[in-house]
């Protein structure tokens, strides 16, 4: 065995996991008092959506299936439509978070000033959905970088936003691209303050980590783009539990960098940070 000229080490990022948002609606379901169903999982990972199931707590996103009189609409927003829906079903509690009601405010205020909208970010994710929902569906969603080159027609008046979630980088590539065709853009950031906190934590993270573990579900867009951002500076790997650890090669790796994405609760994150020290433990005691 080749004898290891440093001891490894763990480091966490500054800043992970949950945002305001999420952890707000959690928080709601959390505290409630009575039969609740969350309309759609409340965070796109499986253990605390299981967790939450296990207290009882309900979710579907067909409305005829809903069974109880209270219903929760989780961070990401819903279009008003669905809203009015909902209200007809039952009592609704509104845990759309703060940061994202703010963006259906400014995408309504483009559309009332006549601007065609761009927003960044997925087609099928639910914000982007309610926020298309807030004006009608009249905006144009753009993916990536590709499909900003690929974009035409002659606008006037035209403004980009941008999903809260997205990677703060690949939204001023877009920008950038854009204003070749269309220099008047009006371009408002609408990515939201904790998840540029996030990303910019995991770069430090990753420029003094010999090996990135972002945590987070693996149906988390969020995660899945934090995991790629990071692996363009080091090697990165996307897990969703703490088993996954003991499938990773560590060699060559004298700090092993944690963060995690939005939709990944303290609980599940402070096991694989337990996890991952055990095993950092068990490598150094080897090399000695």
């Known amino acids: 065995m080749v004898r290891r000229l440093w001891m490894m080490e763990v480091r966490i990022a500054r800043q992970h996991g949950f945002c305001f948002g999420v952890r707000r609606a959690i928080q709601i379901a959390d505290e409630f008092d009575g039969p609740l169903t969350t309309f759609g999982p409340l965070v796109h990972n499986p253990y605390e959506v299981k967790r939450l199931e296990e207290k009882g707590i309900a979710s579907t996103l067909e409305i005829p299936e809903i069974k109880t009189e209270n219903i929760l609409v989780r961070a990401h927003g819903i279009a008003p439509a669905v809203m009015d829906e909902l209200k007809k079903k039952g009592k609704v509690v509104d845990g759309t978070c703060p940061l994202v009601k703010k963006v259906h405010g400014i995408a309504q205020m483009l559309d009332r000033s006549g601007y065609k909208i761009l927003i960044f970010g997925q087609n099928n994710h639910p914000e982007t959905k309610g926020t298309q929902g807030h004006i009608g569906n009249k905006g144009i969603v753009i993916e990536n970088a590709e ?9 006037d008046k035209i403004a980009l ?15 950038s691209i854009l204003k070749e065709e269309y220099p008047h853009l009006r371009v408002l950031d609408t990515i939201c303050q904790p998840t540029k906190e996030n990303q910019n934590a995991a770069t430090e993270l990753a420029r003094e980590s010999d090996l990135v573990v972002v945590v987070g579900g693996k149906n988390s867009s969020n995660t899945k783009k934090l995991a790629i951002n990071c692996s363009k500076i080091t090697k990165a790997v996307h897990i969703e539990n703490p088993e996954e650890l003991d499938d990773l090669d560590y060699d060559g790796v004298n700090v092993l960098g944690l963060t995690a994405g939005a939709s990944t609760p303290d609980w599940l994150f402070d096991r694989i940070v337990a996890k991952a020290e055990e095993i950092c433990s068990k490598i150094n005691s080897m090399a000695q």
């Open 161 to 175: 936003i941008s999903q809260t979630t997205e990677i703060i980088e690949e939204f001023k590539e877009i920008e």
């Open 147 to 155: 499909e900003a080159k690929q974009f035409s027609g002659s606008y």
